[in-house]
T-cell receptor, first 108, second 113 residues
Framework: GIQVEQSPPDLILQEGANSTLRCNFSDSVNNLQWFHQNPWGQLINLFYIPSGTKQNGRLSATTVATERYSLLYISSSQTTDSGVYFCAVVRGDYKLSFGAGTTVTVRA | KAGVTQTPRYLIKTRGQQVTLSCSPISGHRSVSWYQQTPGQGLQFLFEYFSETQRNKGNFPGRFSGRQFSNSRSEMNVSTLELGDSALYLC????????????FGQGTRLTVV
């Protein structure tokens, strides 16, 4: 099956800092999503981005499908940005394949 | 528009028992998929249903089963529970297929003792 690798596994930031999370995938995909898992376990949709660039407030994402990677940018980080960020892809088989996640800790 | 609803939110069961979890997708969504999340294995795909048909199944033993009803609501069942089945079970819905954006419910946290 398709392999999804996220880096770094852990990220510690000072409030106000910027950061970049990376997602590499091993094959072409039909769908790519970024999620933030809240402390209660729910996966919150950040971006649906099989290709191109999108922005939502302080967050933005870019997927370069031909090179099989996606980047999630967090600018001016806040303590509420803490949590686990997941990248997930679909390769036409009706299932999301998830990376292991990046745990982000933002310190005040 | 209501989101994906999973019930119950928490469950404690004894080894050997069986459990049924429920998922109501977003209105109009016909695809429902299930995932298991554990600290050791991460998020793993269980199965996906569309219009009451299972289209894909993950690598889980036959004790894990599911179904989808005509109103797109889905249930998953785990029989003969083992300690290792303790996990967060997440349900996702999407409009038509996995090529469209998936939205997740709050999850059911199952503890097997």
């Amino acid at each position: 099956g398709i392999q999804v690798e996220q880096s770094p596994p852990d990220l510690i930031l000072q409030e106000g800092a910027n950061s970049t999370l990376r997602c590499n995938f091993s094959d072409s995909v039909n769908n790519l999503q970024w999620f933030h898992q809240n402390p209660w376990g729910q996966l919150i949709n950040l971006f649906y981005i099989p290709s191109g660039t999108k922005q939502n407030g302080r967050l933005s994402a870019t997927t370069v499908a031909t090179e099989r990677y996606s980047l999630l940018y967090i600018s001016s980080s806040q303590t509420t940005d803490s949590g686990v960020y997941f990248c997930a892809v679909v390769r036409g088989d009706y299932k999301l394949s998830f990376g292991a996640g990046t745990t982000v800790t933002v310190r005040a | 528009k209501a989101g994906v609803t999973q019930t119950p939110r928490y469950l404690i069961k004894t080894r050997g028992q069986q459990v049924t979890l429920s998922c109501s997708p977003i209105s109009g969504h016909r695809s429902v998929s299930w995932y298991q999340q554990t600290p050791g294995q991460g998020l793993q795909f269980l199965f996906e249903y569309f219009s009451e048909t299972q289209r894909n199944k993950g690598n889980f033993p036959g004790r894990f089963s599911g179904r989808q009803f005509s109103n797109s609501r889905s249930e998953m069942n785990v029989s003969t529970l083992e300690l290792g089945d303790s996990a967060l079970y997440l349900c996702a819905s999407s409009a038509t297929s996995a090529n469209t954006e998936a939205f997740f419910g709050q999850g059911t946290r199952l503890t097997v003792v």
